[in-house]
Structures are given as C-alpha cells and as structure tokens.
C-alpha cells in the first residue's frame, strides 16, 4: 500500500499484538531493505557477553500511518531489558515521528518503573543523536567500532537516561 502525499495522513502509536503480526513483519523486511541499523544489534551481541535476561517489562509500539479507511504500520519502537530500539521507514522521517516515539517509549519506561534505559547509537546518526540528545540521554563509555556483515564499518556510542531522581549522576 502507498499513501497519497496530496492526502493527509494521521499517525498513531498501538502496542504490537498478534492481529498486526503480519503487517509489522512486513515492516521489519521494508526497514531492513533500507538501513543496516538492525544488523547492529546482532553483529554487537556476537562480539560481547550476551547479557542475562531480566524480568523486567518489556514493549513494543507500532507507528500507524492511516489515510482513509487504510492503515499500515511505518515504524517500531521497542524496550527489552532496558535498551530501546526504534526505526522509521525513511518515507515518514523528518516528521518528528521519532520524538513522539521516543517519549512515548520513556512515559512507559517511567510508568512501569524502570531505572534506566540504553541504546547504542551509530554515530554517524546525527538526527538519531539529536533525538537522544534532547532527552537528556548521556553518552557512556568510549566508541565501539563495529563491522557489519555487508562490510560497512561504524562506530556505536552508547547512551544511557537515568529516569528516576535518585541516579541522575553519571
């Protein structure tokens, strides 16, 4: 499905459930097709000591583009053991669709009583870092140079936001 640019579009975020399964895998694929940035966090826990599971909560939101009577998902958001993950089909970028996902994402993390959240950023990534940069995420440790399987090299920074008062400190 392709929306009308001359239309408007309306967005809004769903927590991912089974009914959208097949639209969010289909997302996944398209966002794939378009960035290396999910080969990451794969090619990362290959080269590190996998981290132990926790029992904390975990989400995943769904950006829903809706135009009429048709709505498809174009972005994701997640938090599983306090790292987040997000990606926007580049088509709706620039839009302050990661903002509105990112807060959404920290309002739940602050709900659910999480102490902190992380994410590993490529630093080449100047809006994705702006983004972060304006939610107070600090970044932590040096630069991690990383080789991603279709050859590309980049560099990760790892960014972390305290959300409760007592740990703001770094």
């Known amino acids: 499905m392709t929306f009308d640019s001359a239309e408007p579009i309306t967005f809004t975020l769903e927590e991912a459930s089974l009914n959208r399964a097949q639209s969010w895998q289909s997302l996944i694929q398209n966002l794939m097709a378009e960035t290396d940035t999910f080969l990451v966090a794969s090619v990362r826990d290959g080269q590190i000591e996998p981290e132990e599971k926790t029992d904390e909560p975990a989400i995943t939101l769904l950006l829903i583009a809706e135009q009429k009577n048709d709505s498809l998902p174009v972005g994701i958001a997640s938090i599983e053991n306090g790292e987040i993950g997000m990606a926007i089909l580049k088509e709706f970028q620039g839009a302050g669709l990661g903002h509105s996902l ?47 399987p279709n050859g590309r090299a980049t560099k990760l920074q790892r960014m972390i936001k305290f959300l409760n008062k007592e740990n703001t400190s770094l």
């Not at 972060?132 to 040096?142: C, I, L, P, R, W």
Request: charged letters at 25%; zero cysteines; glycine letters at 2%.
């Open 102 to 148: 990112i807060a959404s994402l920290l309002d739940w993390a602050e709900v659910v009583n999480l102490k902190e959240v992380w994410l590993d950023v490529q630093t080449d990534n100047l809006v994705a870092i702006h983004i972060y940069d304006k939610f107070n995420f600090k970044k932590m440790g040096d630069e991690v140079n990383l080789t991603l």
